[in-house]
């Protein structure tokens, strides 16, 4: 039920300029949330939509930490 973007032009781009450091094999990943999904924009409190939100980000990230490490070990094997 969300909308995702892949290399979309983002503001915060230096944070992976910065920490992705791709020729030393050190990649980041960021992530942009629209905050309208966990609050309301008027009063900055959490909304409906927050537990959901973490729940889902939560098992994003549990795949993420266990499914990327793999694929870079796969690669390396392969190379």
């Known amino acids: ?3 995702v ?5 983002y503001f915060g781009w230096h944070i992976t300029e910065h920490y992705g450091l791709t020729k030393r094999v050190i990649h980041a990943l960021q992530i942009e949330i629209n905050r309208s999904l966990y609050l ?6 959490k909304n ?3 537990l959901t939100l973490q729940v889902d980000l939560t098992d994003v990230c549990k795949k993420a930490f266990t499914e990327i490490p793999a ?9």
């Open 1 to 3: 039920g969300y909308s």
């Open 5 to 9: 973007h892949i290399n979309l032009l």
């Open 40 to 45: 309301s924009e008027q009063t900055l409190e």
């Open 48 to 50: 409906d939509g927050f």
């Open 71 to 79: 694929l870079f070990e796969r690669r390396v094997a392969a190379e």
